[in-house]
């Protein structure tokens, strides 16, 4: 089923790239109708950019190389790495009741479904349907998503829905006394293997504590500019195998055969 | 020959609704982005109901599908819904003023948000107001536009 709807997808690849045209051009136009001033003045500002990301890289380098031996003393598995490819915005569901973003990578550039999608900002979703040169992504906002997140302060695990409005996510279940405030960034933990650990999500906008009701309402904003980022990161996770690796430890002399890989990637999450 | 020409009228207004129907409109507007597909297939199912009929509005139904990345056949289905009606409709609709045209075109396309919202209330995304029926309400208000310049473009190519 779904191969047929991503053959079907590529009748109207075209389309949406048509679609998107005018866009584009009025992207070239800007940069070229822009006078010297102004790019200069860009230029500069990039330059100060580039100098500040530079030093905080090698700062980063270093506490990497720290990380690593903090560890492999306690015995700690590595942190994975993770590949980013850069890719494009090219449309935009138009049923409302969706918020699902069209993207110009597809099967043919190696993406896949349930891959996370990034912005500068943080986390903006995931892929749900892959076609051969175009894929589709849900936002964090749609109302059948869900994330799982961490308080980035303490450390407070709990899951952010989206409720169909661009510009919030709620978060679930929080007990009346959980440690979280205002102002709180929310970073994904990395639970369920769909999302990357540690990028940011959401901060935390308004809390509730209503002694009538049985937990608080808490509610965020995404830190992703969900509605703005044209300049998109695929990130490419390794396969969820490799996280959690399933080998049978023989118990006092007892023969155990090794068991085929039983653990097999979760489809579920978030659709 | 004349015949030949006349499909490709009928197919680049289908594929010109298409493009109007995922044009990026800003976030406030989102709702009232009239359903321009089914206005266009009502046009041309009360214009020719002997070319364009349910064939037409399942494979039209099938690509809108494809561009809302909703469930397949939900499109095919409210959009079959809607020619069949129609289809029973369309020697009274003629008959009808512009202002009564638009305000059957009003239910029309309002049964085919029923539809979307039903479906959608199935899938967990209900909308929580009565605003999933504002499309309607626009492409009531586009209907009279839209109705002349497609006569126009029917008369001048004369697709019949």
């Known amino acids: ?271 | 020959m004349n015949n030949q020409g006349g499909g490709s009228i009928i197919l680049g207004t289908f594929l010109l609704g298409y493009i109007l129907s995922q044009m990026p409109l800003p976030q406030f507007a989102e709702w009232f982005r009239p359903e321009w597909v089914a206005m266009i297939l009502i046009y041309w199912v009360m214009a020719l109901p002997e070319r364009v009929g349910l064939g037409t509005a399942a494979v039209v139904g099938l690509g809108l599908d494809l561009i809302k990345g909703s469930p397949m056949g939900l499109n095919v289905l409210s959009l079959l819904i809607i020619a069949y009606l129609t289809l029973l409709l369309y020697k009274r609709l003629r008959m009808f003023p512009l202002i009564q045209q638009a305000i059957m075109v009003m239910v029309l396309v309002g049964i085919n948000q029923l539809i979307f919202n039903w479906v959608h209330s199935l899938m967990g995304t209900r909308s929580d107001s009565l605003i999933f029926l504002l499309p309607a309400v626009m492409s009531a208000i586009l209907w009279p536009w839209l109705f002349i310049v497609l006569r126009g473009l029917r008369r001048a190519f004369r697709v019949s």
């Open chain 1, 1 to 271: 089923m779904h191969q047929t709807r991503s053959y079907l997808s590529l009748l109207i690849t075209p389309l949406q790239w048509l679609v998107d045209t005018p866009a584009q051009v009025a992207d070239e136009l800007s940069d070229v109708l822009v006078d010297r001033s102004q790019l200069t003045d860009e230029n500069r500002r990039l330059r100060q950019e580039a100098l500040l990301l530079k030093q905080r890289v090698l700062q980063v380098s270093a506490l990497t190389a720290e990380n690593v031996r903090l560890r492999e003393l306690l015995n700690g598995r590595q942190r994975l790495e993770q590949d980013v490819f850069l890719t494009e915005l090219i449309g935009v569901n138009p049923d409302p009741f969706q918020h699902q973003i069209i993207l110009n990578r597809g099967s043919e550039d190696h993406a896949y479904v349930g891959q996370a999608v990034l912005d500068s900002g943080g986390i903006m979703g995931q892929v749900v349907e892959v076609s051969h040169y175009t894929s589709r992504a849900m936002l964090i906002t749609d109302s059948r998503h869900a994330i799982p997140v961490e308080v980035n302060r303490n450390g407070f695990r709990s899951i952010a829905l989206g409720n169909g409005s661009v510009n919030q996510l709620e978060l679930v279940h929080i007990p009346d006394t959980a440690d979280i405030r205002e102002g709180d960034l929310l970073v994904s933990s990395g639970l369920g293997g769909r999302f990357p650990r540690g990028y940011p999500v959401a901060k935390v906008v308004s809390v509730q504590r209503d002694p009538g009701e049985p937990f608080a309402l808490v509610k965020a904003q995404p830190s992703a500019m969900l509605n703005k980022s044209r300049h998109i990161l695929l990130v490419d996770m390794p396969p969820q195998a490799d996280v959690l690796p399933v080998t049978p430890v023989p118990v006092h002399g007892e023969k155990v055969k090794p068991k085929p890989e039983e653990f097999e990637s979760p489809e579920s999450a978030g659709e």
